[in-house]
């Protein structure tokens, strides 16, 4: 589906936070390769849906109004069995009302447990004077502490996608550091770019994160992406 | 900008006719006496009958109207209180006037319901009439070439001119560049001060600045940005053309609410803000004494695109350590030299009280002009060196101002036969040379194309943050 026909969607059910399997379908449409993720609604189809993307798989809950999923044990890593999604369903079902009892819940998404890589974050907001920002860092929590992350104005050009990527401090570890496995740059920069042109081109998109994208040496795909239209 | 209004602001900035309406005893008629080196014609627009007999003992013509004034006039300087603006305003349309400053303050700066209105009023009145109103709560125009002032202590003498335009949202910032830069050996083109800017804004100066003629360097004093998108397309535009140095004022909490009380600027995030600079292509800076230096490095050096390996020549043996320090710290290199070249210093270098490693130092072997020219020969021609960097020491040959201009000849011409980089700094400290011969050393080598720096510390800063500024161009 196109990015406008699933935000003209979301918009009519009148949301303006889009679902992580909303929000991959956009990227997917972008162009930025995601994990393949599917929309579950019950318990069964969620072991369906695992048996055909292939073991191991992730679960996560899908819920407008549950915006930090790990937090309130919305998240199942590593399922290698039906037995593992079943158990893992129940536990997201409890844990997510337990935190928030008049959540919205659509289901749970069901995706392919990727290879794990370098972690990196994508982001883009809008400051109030210079429009859309586009925000670029490493993951994990000390990089979070460091507030090791460059920025950038969108549009960018193929020279400011190189340089943000180049000045986190933490760079060395995308270009291998110690036995890491190097990051593909031109599949960051290439990320970059494109979301770039997606929000000059998409004024009502409010803010978006891909994170984490996992950085191989081939390649880079997001893991987890999050939308937010304009109100 | 379209190309009337750039052409009537082309005028205001280089005016042949000037108009200070309101000028006061009470403030020493200060627009007049402060222009009373202005090249063109000046003229006083008041009504007072107070304050017009002090105006014609200045021996300026006044008029009770500018309606009155018997030709074009270009730049309008308008000191009248705020509630007597919208009428100057309404003149300065009818009479076609080039731009005009309004000194007067008391709009949104102040913060009140009636400031905000007045400003309003102004602003609708100046954009109906395309009149380039400068201001208001600023200063106005300096420009050195016509000697039109806006403080008296802009110089206006030749070597005054040049070709650094400073656009500055504050006038005391705008005055201070003007008697720094002048100290400091730079030559200006123009300076605006802008104030609140409620019709040209920074992105406008840096339009027109980035297609002025006079103007090599842009350097800017800013607090806030009306229309951040327009901002940064036109500096991306204007750094293509040229060098901009930008100075942002207020970029913590603190200082941004005081940027607020005084030109009424919002905030901008400083994170953002650096973001903007680098992938503009603009250079960064902090501070009058940072943009000064970073204006020196950009308009005189040759250029330096990556860290360079140094050959650094001192006076004495702490000196020699300090110069090291400081560039090293910044990331240049202070290379070992080749062999040939010691080869050749240790031939006639004195080693007692001296060195020649590199840096090169002791006084005693800098005494003969033929020695320094043989010692700048070597570390021109050592494969090792990438550029040089030589101490302005103030001892010795240097005491009288015959041996001082010898000296800067022999570097002069040393530098025009070279193809290195050379810049020259003085070690630490102030008031080792008296101002007006620190400035005409300045001067002199700068013409040379040799930039000269106050300290080692602030010659390193420069280099590094010329380094940063090609890299992130490449």
Known sequence: MKAKEIFDQVKASGRTLLTEVESKEVLQDIGIPATTTLLAKSKEEAQSLAGKIGYPVVLKIVSPDVVHKSDTGGVKLGLKTPEDVSQAYDEIMSSTKAHNAKANIFGVSVQKMAKSGTEVIVGMYKDAQFGPVLMFGLGGILVEVLKDVSFRIVPLTSRDAKQMIREIKAYPVLEGFRGIEPANLPALEETLLKLSSFVEEHEEVKEMDLNPIFAYKDGAIAVDARIVLES | ?474
Request: proline share 4%.
């Open chain 2, 1 to 474: 900008m379209e190309k009337e209004a750039r052409e009537k602001l082309n005028r205001a900035l280089s005016p042949r006719t000037v108009a200070v309406v309101g000028a006061k005893k009470d403030s020493n008629y200060s627009w007049l006496v402060n222009n009373k080196d202005f090249r063109g014609k000046l003229y006083s627009v008041q009504i007072d009958p107070n304050e017009i007999p002090g105006i014609l003992e200045l021996g300026v013509e006044n008029f009770p109207s500018l309606m009155d004034i018997p030709e074009e006039v270009d730049y309008v300087i308008c000191a009248v209180p705020r509630n007597v603006s919208p009428y100057i305003v309404a003149d300065c349309i009818k009479k076609g006037v080039g731009g005009v400053t309004l000194f007067t303050s008391g709009f949104a700066e102040t913060g009140t319901e009636d400031g905000r209105q007045f400003q309003e009023r102004i602003t609708l009145m100046a954009r109906e009439g395309k009149l380039n109103l400068v201001g208001p709560n600023c200063m106005g125009i300096y420009n050195p070439r016509v000697g039109l002032k806006f403080s008296a202590e802009q110089p206006h003498s030749e070597d005054a001119f040049g070709g650094v335009a400073f656009v500055s949202q504050s006038g005391s910032q705008g005055s201070g560049f003007s008697t720094e830069a002048y100290n400091q050996g730079i030559g200006v083109s123009k300076v605006v001060s802008f104030g609140n800017g409620i019709l040209l804004d920074a992105t406008d100066y840096l339009e027109f600045f980035a297609d002025d003629p006079e103007t090599e360097i842009i350097a800017m004093y800013i607090e806030g940005i009306k229309d951040g998108r327009r901002f940064f397309q036109n500096l991306k535009a204007a750094v293509a053309k040229k060098p901009v140095v930008i100075w942002k004022g207020g970029v913590t909490e603190e200082s941004s609410r005081a940027a607020n009380s005084h030109t009424a600027s919002l905030a901008i995030s400083s994170t953002i803000w650096d973001a903007l600079l680098r992938q503009c292509g603009a250079m960064n800076v902090h501070g009058l004494d940072e943009t000064i230096d970073a204006v020196k490095a950009l308009l005189f050096s040759r250029p330096i695109k990556s860290y360079p390996r140094l050959g650094l020549t001192a006076v004495a043996g702490g000196h020699s350590v300090e110069i090291s320090d400081c560039f090293s710290l910044q990331g240049c290199k202070v290379p070992r030299l080749s062999s040939e070249s010691y080869e050749q210093l240790s031939s006639f270098y004195s080693v007692v009280g001296g060195s020649f490693q590199n840096p090169i130092e002791g006084g005693g072997n800098w005494a003969k002009e033929e020695n320094v020219t043989t010692i700048l020969n070597i570390l021109e021609n050592d494969p090792n060196v990438d550029a040089l960097v030589m101490e302005l020491g103030t001892a010795g040959v240097q005491r009288t101002h015959e041996g001082l201009m010898q000296r800067i000849q022999t570097l002069k011409d040393f530098y025009s036969s070279s193809k290195k980089p050379f810049w020259a700094a003085q070690a630490g400290g102030t008031q080792r040379v008296p101002t007006e011969l620190a400035r005409e050393v300045s001067h002199e080598l700068q013409k040379g194309g040799i930039p000269v720096f106050p300290n080692f510390v602030r010659a390193a800063a420069a280099m590094k943050k010329l380094v940063e500024y090609n890299r992130a161009r490449e």
